[in-house]
Protein backbone atom coordinates (compact mmCIF):
# COMPACT_ATOMS: atom_id res chain seq x y z
CA UNK A 1 0.00 0.00 0.00
CA UNK A 2 1.14 3.59 -0.66
CA UNK A 3 2.54 5.72 1.82
CA UNK A 4 0.15 8.04 3.27
CA UNK A 5 1.44 11.42 2.39
CA UNK A 6 0.98 14.02 4.83
CA UNK A 7 1.71 17.90 5.27
CA UNK A 8 3.17 19.17 8.10
CA UNK A 9 2.45 23.05 9.34
CA UNK A 10 4.65 24.17 12.13
CA UNK A 11 5.81 27.57 12.72
CA UNK A 12 9.19 26.01 15.28
CA UNK A 13 11.42 24.29 13.09
CA UNK A 14 12.53 21.94 16.39
CA UNK A 15 9.04 20.84 16.50
CA UNK A 16 8.58 20.42 12.81
CA UNK A 17 12.10 18.62 12.43
CA UNK A 18 10.59 15.87 15.77
CA UNK A 19 7.06 15.77 13.82
CA UNK A 20 8.85 14.66 10.49
CA UNK A 21 11.23 12.30 12.11
CA UNK A 22 8.54 10.50 13.71
CA UNK A 23 6.50 10.55 10.74
CA UNK A 24 9.51 8.78 8.49
CA UNK A 25 10.15 5.90 11.10
CA UNK A 26 6.27 5.70 11.53
CA UNK A 27 6.21 4.80 7.64
CA UNK A 28 4.89 7.99 6.39
CA UNK A 29 5.62 10.48 3.58
CA UNK A 30 5.99 13.99 4.52
CA UNK A 31 4.88 16.19 1.49
CA UNK A 32 6.50 19.19 3.05
CA UNK A 33 7.04 21.36 5.78
CA UNK A 34 5.64 24.85 5.92
CA UNK A 35 5.34 27.16 8.32
CA UNK A 36 2.31 29.38 7.62
CA UNK A 37 -1.19 29.02 6.29
CA UNK A 38 -1.09 30.82 3.05
CA UNK A 39 1.64 28.26 1.97
CA UNK A 40 -0.26 25.50 3.54
CA UNK A 41 -2.91 25.95 1.07
CA UNK A 42 -0.49 26.15 -1.65
CA UNK A 43 1.48 23.14 -0.98
CA UNK A 44 -1.70 21.37 -0.21
CA UNK A 45 -2.89 22.63 -3.76
CA UNK A 46 0.36 21.11 -5.31
CA UNK A 47 0.77 18.15 -3.49
CA UNK A 48 -3.03 16.54 -2.39
CA UNK A 49 -1.66 15.10 0.76
CA UNK A 50 -3.80 12.65 2.14
CA UNK A 51 -3.58 14.52 5.81
CA UNK A 52 -2.42 17.92 7.41
CA UNK A 53 -1.03 17.96 10.47
CA UNK A 54 -1.84 21.82 11.94
CA UNK A 55 -0.32 23.73 14.56
CA UNK A 56 -2.97 26.80 15.59
CA UNK A 57 -0.81 29.24 15.95
CA UNK A 58 1.23 30.21 13.24
CA UNK A 59 3.45 32.83 11.11
CA UNK A 60 1.67 34.75 8.71
CA UNK A 61 -1.77 36.28 8.67
CA UNK A 62 -3.92 33.12 8.75
CA UNK A 63 -4.15 30.76 11.76
CA UNK A 64 -4.41 27.24 11.86
CA UNK A 65 -7.85 26.84 12.44
CA UNK A 66 -8.36 29.54 9.16
CA UNK A 67 -6.21 27.13 7.17
CA UNK A 68 -7.38 23.81 8.30
CA UNK A 69 -11.23 25.32 7.08
CA UNK A 70 -10.28 26.34 4.06
CA UNK A 71 -7.83 23.57 3.17
CA UNK A 72 -10.98 21.06 4.13
CA UNK A 73 -13.56 23.63 2.04
CA UNK A 74 -11.37 23.86 -0.89
CA UNK A 75 -10.00 20.00 -1.56
CA UNK A 76 -11.71 17.84 1.07
CA UNK A 77 -8.15 16.99 3.17
CA UNK A 78 -8.73 16.50 6.40
CA UNK A 79 -6.53 18.11 9.38
CA UNK A 80 -5.34 17.19 12.44
CA UNK A 81 -4.55 20.33 15.28
CA UNK A 82 -1.47 19.85 16.76
CA UNK A 83 -1.64 22.57 19.50
CA UNK A 84 -0.02 23.24 22.69
CA UNK A 85 -2.90 25.18 23.49
CA UNK A 86 -6.73 23.73 24.26
CA UNK A 87 -9.25 26.47 25.87
CA UNK A 88 -12.21 26.72 25.54
CA UNK A 89 -12.70 29.49 22.88
CA UNK A 90 -9.90 27.72 20.69
CA UNK A 91 -11.70 24.67 20.93
CA UNK A 92 -15.31 26.13 19.81
CA UNK A 93 -13.34 27.95 16.68
CA UNK A 94 -11.53 24.72 16.11
CA UNK A 95 -14.32 22.34 16.28
CA UNK A 96 -16.49 24.02 13.36
CA UNK A 97 -13.68 22.76 10.71
CA UNK A 98 -14.56 19.40 11.81
CA UNK A 99 -11.08 18.66 12.99
CA UNK A 100 -10.20 15.11 12.32
CA UNK A 101 -8.19 14.81 15.67
CA UNK A 102 -6.54 17.69 18.33
CA UNK A 103 -3.23 16.33 19.94
CA UNK A 104 -2.21 18.81 22.38
CA UNK A 105 1.54 19.57 22.61
CA UNK A 106 3.96 17.76 24.19
CA UNK A 107 2.60 14.22 22.43
CA UNK A 108 4.67 10.95 22.28
CA UNK A 109 5.05 9.30 18.94
CA UNK A 110 2.39 6.75 19.27
CA UNK A 111 -0.19 9.04 20.18
CA UNK A 112 0.56 10.65 16.90
CA UNK A 113 0.27 7.48 15.26
CA UNK A 114 -2.90 6.28 16.69
CA UNK A 115 -4.47 9.96 15.77
CA UNK A 116 -3.29 9.75 12.01
CA UNK A 117 -4.51 6.31 11.35
CA UNK A 118 -7.94 7.22 13.12
CA UNK A 119 -8.33 10.35 10.94
CA UNK A 120 -7.13 8.73 7.81
CA UNK A 121 -9.56 6.15 7.76
CA UNK A 122 -12.04 7.99 9.07
CA UNK A 123 -11.66 10.37 6.04
CA UNK A 124 -11.42 7.23 3.89
CA UNK A 125 -15.00 6.08 5.29
CA UNK A 126 -17.05 9.65 4.58
CA UNK A 127 -15.15 9.79 1.33
CA UNK A 128 -16.84 6.29 0.72
CA UNK A 129 -20.32 7.74 1.86
CA UNK A 130 -20.31 10.65 0.15
CA UNK A 131 -20.10 8.62 -3.00
CA UNK A 132 -22.41 6.21 -2.22
CA UNK A 133 -24.86 8.72 -1.56
CA UNK A 134 -23.81 10.93 -4.94
CA UNK A 135 -24.73 7.57 -6.45
CA UNK A 136 -27.83 7.55 -4.99
CA UNK A 137 -28.87 10.40 -6.00
CA UNK A 138 -27.64 10.72 -9.58
CA UNK A 139 -29.91 7.37 -9.52
CA UNK A 140 -33.24 8.78 -8.22
CA UNK A 141 -32.67 11.80 -10.20
CA UNK A 142 -31.98 9.03 -13.39
CA UNK A 143 -35.30 7.88 -11.95
CA UNK A 144 -37.80 10.46 -11.52
CA UNK A 145 -36.53 12.30 -14.73
CA UNK A 146 -38.12 9.31 -16.28
CA UNK A 147 -41.07 8.70 -14.38
CA UNK A 148 -41.84 12.77 -15.38
CA UNK A 149 -41.19 11.96 -18.84
CA UNK A 150 -43.49 8.56 -19.01
CA UNK A 151 -46.05 10.47 -16.86
CA UNK A 152 -46.05 13.36 -19.71
CA UNK A 153 -46.70 10.79 -22.25
CA UNK A 154 -49.31 9.11 -20.61
CA UNK A 155 -51.03 11.93 -20.16
CA UNK A 156 -51.02 13.01 -23.25
CA UNK A 157 -52.28 9.65 -24.15
CA UNK A 158 -55.28 9.27 -21.93
CA UNK A 159 -56.25 13.26 -22.76
CA UNK A 160 -56.34 12.38 -26.66
CA UNK A 161 -58.18 8.92 -25.70
CA UNK A 162 -60.61 10.93 -24.00
CA UNK A 163 -61.12 14.14 -26.15
CA UNK A 164 -60.38 12.50 -29.50
CA UNK A 165 -62.35 8.57 -28.54
CA UNK A 166 -65.17 9.34 -26.13
CA UNK A 167 -66.04 12.99 -26.13
CA UNK A 168 -66.37 12.78 -29.66
CA UNK A 169 -68.81 9.70 -29.69
CA UNK A 170 -70.94 11.08 -26.87
CA UNK A 171 -71.18 14.69 -28.73
CA UNK A 172 -72.32 12.61 -32.08
CA UNK A 173 -74.86 10.93 -30.10
CA UNK A 174 -76.16 14.11 -28.68
CA UNK A 175 -76.57 15.60 -31.71
CA UNK A 176 -78.73 12.53 -33.10
CA UNK A 177 -80.83 12.81 -30.17
CA UNK A 178 -81.20 16.99 -30.32
CA UNK A 179 -82.20 16.17 -34.41
CA UNK A 180 -86.00 17.46 -34.32
CA UNK A 181 -88.58 14.85 -33.31
CA UNK A 182 -91.45 15.02 -35.22
CA UNK A 183 -93.79 12.61 -33.01
CA UNK A 184 -93.33 14.22 -29.26
CA UNK A 185 -94.09 11.20 -27.15
CA UNK A 186 -94.24 10.82 -23.57
CA UNK A 187 -90.13 9.65 -23.47
CA UNK A 188 -89.70 13.69 -24.70
CA UNK A 189 -89.01 14.25 -20.59
CA UNK A 190 -86.73 10.90 -20.73
CA UNK A 191 -84.76 12.04 -23.73
CA UNK A 192 -84.21 15.72 -22.12
CA UNK A 193 -82.42 14.15 -19.25
CA UNK A 194 -80.15 11.95 -21.34
CA UNK A 195 -79.44 14.73 -23.42
CA UNK A 196 -78.48 16.27 -20.16
CA UNK A 197 -76.70 14.01 -18.93
CA UNK A 198 -74.53 13.71 -22.07
CA UNK A 199 -74.25 17.34 -22.11
CA UNK A 200 -72.67 17.09 -18.95
CA UNK A 201 -70.44 14.02 -19.25
CA UNK A 202 -69.08 15.80 -22.30
CA UNK A 203 -68.16 19.11 -20.26
CA UNK A 204 -66.44 16.53 -17.42
CA UNK A 205 -64.33 14.53 -20.17
CA UNK A 206 -63.25 17.96 -21.33
CA UNK A 207 -62.31 19.09 -17.77
CA UNK A 208 -60.21 15.93 -17.56
CA UNK A 209 -58.69 16.38 -20.45
CA UNK A 210 -57.89 19.52 -20.44
CA UNK A 211 -56.25 19.15 -16.24
CA UNK A 212 -54.04 16.04 -17.90
CA UNK A 213 -53.12 17.73 -20.97
CA UNK A 214 -53.28 22.02 -20.79
CA UNK A 215 -53.56 22.43 -24.31
CA UNK A 216 -54.15 26.26 -24.31
CA UNK A 217 -50.53 26.40 -22.87
CA UNK A 218 -49.03 26.75 -26.03
CA UNK A 219 -51.79 28.44 -28.07
CA UNK A 220 -53.67 30.56 -25.64
CA UNK A 221 -51.00 31.50 -23.40
CA UNK A 222 -49.69 30.27 -19.85
CA UNK A 223 -51.64 33.19 -18.43
CA UNK A 224 -55.00 32.06 -19.82
CA UNK A 225 -54.22 28.51 -19.01
CA UNK A 226 -53.10 29.24 -15.30
CA UNK A 227 -56.30 31.25 -14.84
CA UNK A 228 -58.72 28.71 -16.03
CA UNK A 229 -56.68 26.12 -13.85
CA UNK A 230 -57.61 27.60 -11.04
CA UNK A 231 -60.86 28.03 -12.39
CA UNK A 232 -61.41 24.32 -12.60
CA UNK A 233 -59.92 23.28 -9.58
CA UNK A 234 -62.02 26.24 -7.01
CA UNK A 235 -64.92 24.62 -8.86
CA UNK A 236 -64.05 20.91 -8.71
CA UNK A 237 -62.77 20.82 -4.79
CA UNK A 238 -64.87 24.10 -4.23
CA UNK A 239 -62.10 25.98 -2.65
CA UNK A 240 -60.96 29.61 -2.76
CA UNK A 241 -57.97 30.16 -4.41
CA UNK A 242 -56.78 33.93 -5.19
CA UNK A 243 -54.19 35.68 -6.78
CA UNK A 244 -52.90 38.04 -4.83
CA UNK A 245 -51.02 40.69 -6.62
CA UNK A 246 -49.73 44.19 -4.62
CA UNK A 247 -46.82 45.40 -6.19
CA UNK A 248 -46.65 41.89 -8.16
CA UNK A 249 -47.43 41.29 -11.55
CA UNK A 250 -51.02 40.58 -12.06
CA UNK A 251 -52.10 37.71 -14.44
CA UNK A 252 -53.44 40.12 -17.06
CA UNK A 253 -49.66 41.20 -17.91
CA UNK A 254 -48.39 37.54 -17.37
CA UNK A 255 -48.16 37.03 -20.96
CA UNK A 256 -45.81 40.03 -21.61
CA UNK A 257 -43.12 38.15 -19.71
CA UNK A 258 -40.90 36.07 -22.46
CA UNK A 259 -40.64 32.80 -21.74
CA UNK A 260 -40.14 29.88 -23.57
CA UNK A 261 -42.52 27.07 -23.54
CA UNK A 262 -40.70 24.71 -21.58
CA UNK A 263 -40.24 26.90 -18.70
CA UNK A 264 -44.15 27.39 -19.42
CA UNK A 265 -44.83 23.95 -19.35
CA UNK A 266 -42.65 23.71 -16.13
CA UNK A 267 -44.61 26.64 -14.68
CA UNK A 268 -48.02 25.33 -14.92
CA UNK A 269 -47.31 21.90 -13.91
CA UNK A 270 -45.67 23.01 -10.41
CA UNK A 271 -48.74 25.13 -10.13
CA UNK A 272 -50.95 22.31 -11.05
CA UNK A 273 -49.10 20.09 -8.47
CA UNK A 274 -48.96 22.70 -5.39
CA UNK A 275 -52.51 23.42 -5.57
CA UNK A 276 -53.28 19.59 -5.49
CA UNK A 277 -51.22 19.09 -2.76
CA UNK A 278 -52.56 22.02 -0.96
CA UNK A 279 -56.18 20.98 -1.40
CA UNK A 280 -55.43 17.71 -0.91
CA UNK A 281 -53.15 17.54 2.14
CA UNK A 282 -53.28 20.86 3.58
CA UNK A 283 -56.53 21.53 5.28
CA UNK A 284 -55.95 25.38 4.32
CA UNK A 285 -58.47 28.38 4.17
CA UNK A 286 -56.68 30.33 1.93
CA UNK A 287 -54.37 28.93 -1.37
CA UNK A 288 -52.88 31.93 -2.63
CA UNK A 289 -50.59 32.35 -6.03
CA UNK A 290 -48.46 35.24 -6.36
CA UNK A 291 -46.71 36.52 -9.05
CA UNK A 292 -43.18 38.40 -8.94
CA UNK A 293 -40.80 39.98 -11.34
CA UNK A 294 -37.93 41.16 -10.32
CA UNK A 295 -35.06 41.91 -12.51
CA UNK A 296 -34.13 38.74 -14.61
CA UNK A 297 -36.51 36.42 -12.75
CA UNK A 298 -40.18 35.71 -12.92
CA UNK A 299 -41.30 34.22 -9.80
CA UNK A 300 -44.34 32.07 -8.36
CA UNK A 301 -45.13 31.66 -4.86
CA UNK A 302 -48.02 29.16 -4.56
CA UNK A 303 -49.03 29.54 -0.09
CA UNK A 304 -51.23 27.93 1.79
CA UNK A 305 -52.16 28.41 5.23
CA UNK A 306 -52.81 24.56 6.08
CA UNK A 307 -51.04 22.23 8.25
CA UNK A 308 -47.89 22.09 6.79
CA UNK A 309 -45.61 18.84 6.50
CA UNK A 310 -42.27 17.90 7.78
CA UNK A 311 -40.14 17.19 3.82
CA UNK A 312 -38.22 14.86 6.04
CA UNK A 313 -41.16 12.43 6.58
CA UNK A 314 -42.24 12.39 3.18
CA UNK A 315 -43.00 8.38 1.86
CA UNK A 316 -40.55 7.00 -1.16
CA UNK A 317 -43.58 6.78 -2.80
CA UNK A 318 -44.55 10.32 -3.34
CA UNK A 319 -43.91 11.63 -6.38
CA UNK A 320 -45.17 14.95 -6.74
CA UNK A 321 -42.90 17.07 -4.67
CA UNK A 322 -39.80 14.47 -6.83
CA UNK A 323 -41.64 15.50 -9.86
CA UNK A 324 -41.90 19.33 -9.35
CA UNK A 325 -38.19 19.14 -8.56
CA UNK A 326 -36.81 16.94 -11.21
CA UNK A 327 -39.12 19.51 -13.92
CA UNK A 328 -36.91 22.95 -12.33
CA UNK A 329 -33.99 20.92 -12.48
CA UNK A 330 -34.08 19.85 -16.06
CA UNK A 331 -35.83 23.25 -17.56
CA UNK A 332 -33.52 24.67 -19.61
CA UNK A 333 -34.18 28.45 -18.42
CA UNK A 334 -32.25 28.77 -14.74
CA UNK A 335 -34.76 27.85 -12.39
CA UNK A 336 -35.08 27.01 -8.97
CA UNK A 337 -37.31 25.60 -6.72
CA UNK A 338 -37.52 26.22 -2.98
CA UNK A 339 -40.83 24.74 -0.25
CA UNK A 340 -40.73 26.21 3.17
CA UNK A 341 -43.30 24.37 5.17
CA UNK A 342 -43.44 23.08 8.99
CA UNK A 343 -45.87 21.43 11.00
CA UNK A 344 -48.44 23.65 11.55
CA UNK A 345 -47.07 26.61 9.52
CA UNK A 346 -48.50 26.03 6.11
CA UNK A 347 -46.53 25.67 2.69
CA UNK A 348 -45.30 27.78 0.64
CA UNK A 349 -43.54 26.42 -3.07
CA UNK A 350 -41.29 29.14 -4.71
CA UNK A 351 -40.21 28.65 -8.31
CA UNK A 352 -37.92 30.82 -10.19
CA UNK A 353 -37.73 31.22 -13.54
CA UNK A 354 -35.29 33.18 -16.13
CA UNK A 355 -36.47 35.03 -18.62
CA UNK A 356 -36.12 36.37 -21.70
CA UNK A 357 -34.90 40.20 -21.80
CA UNK A 358 -37.59 41.76 -23.87
CA UNK A 359 -36.42 43.25 -27.02
CA UNK A 360 -37.16 46.53 -27.31
CA UNK A 361 -39.41 47.97 -30.69
CA UNK A 362 -37.24 50.22 -32.87
CA UNK A 363 -39.35 53.58 -33.54
CA UNK A 364 -39.53 54.17 -37.28
N1 LIG B 1 -49.26 21.83 0.81
C1 LIG B 1 -49.12 20.77 1.61
N2 LIG B 1 -49.66 20.78 2.87
C2 LIG B 1 -49.51 19.71 3.70
N3 LIG B 1 -48.83 18.60 3.37
C3 LIG B 1 -48.28 18.52 2.15
C4 LIG B 1 -48.38 19.60 1.20
N4 LIG B 1 -47.71 19.25 0.09
C5 LIG B 1 -47.22 18.03 0.31
N5 LIG B 1 -47.55 17.58 1.54
C6 LIG B 1 -47.12 16.33 2.18
O1 LIG B 1 -46.01 15.83 1.44
C7 LIG B 1 -46.30 14.55 0.94
C8 LIG B 1 -45.64 14.38 -0.41
O2 LIG B 1 -46.28 15.14 -1.42
P1 LIG B 1 -46.18 14.63 -2.91
O3 LIG B 1 -46.83 15.63 -3.78
O4 LIG B 1 -44.75 14.30 -3.20
O5 LIG B 1 -46.96 13.26 -2.89
P2 LIG B 1 -48.53 12.98 -2.78
O6 LIG B 1 -49.29 14.26 -3.02
O7 LIG B 1 -48.79 12.28 -1.49
O8 LIG B 1 -48.76 11.97 -3.95
P3 LIG B 1 -48.64 12.25 -5.52
O9 LIG B 1 -47.51 11.37 -5.95
O10 LIG B 1 -49.95 11.88 -6.05
O11 LIG B 1 -48.33 13.70 -5.71
C9 LIG B 1 -47.79 14.44 0.92
O12 LIG B 1 -48.21 13.10 1.03
C10 LIG B 1 -48.18 15.26 2.14
O13 LIG B 1 -48.06 14.50 3.31
MG1 LIG C 1 -48.85 15.46 -4.68
Redesign the pocket.
Known sequence: MAKAKILVVEDSKEIACLIEKYLKTLGYAVSALVVSGEEAIKKTEENKPNLVLMDIQLSGKMDGIEAAGIIRARFDIPSIFVSGYADKKLLERAKITEPFGYILKPFKKKELQSNIEMALYKHKVERERKKLIEEHMSDLQEYTKKIVSAQEEERKRIASELHDGIAQDLAALLIKLKKPNKKPSSNDQNLKSVTNGIAAAIEEIRNISENLLPSGLLVLGLQKSIVSLVNRMSKNHKVKIQFKSENILTTENLEKVKLPDDSKITIYRIIQ??L???I???N?SNITINFQKPKKNLKVIIA?D????D?NK??S????????KERARACKSNCTLDIL?ENGK??K?MLAVAVEPVKSKKKN
Open positions: ESNNAKHSADGTGFPVGNCLGILGMTGTV
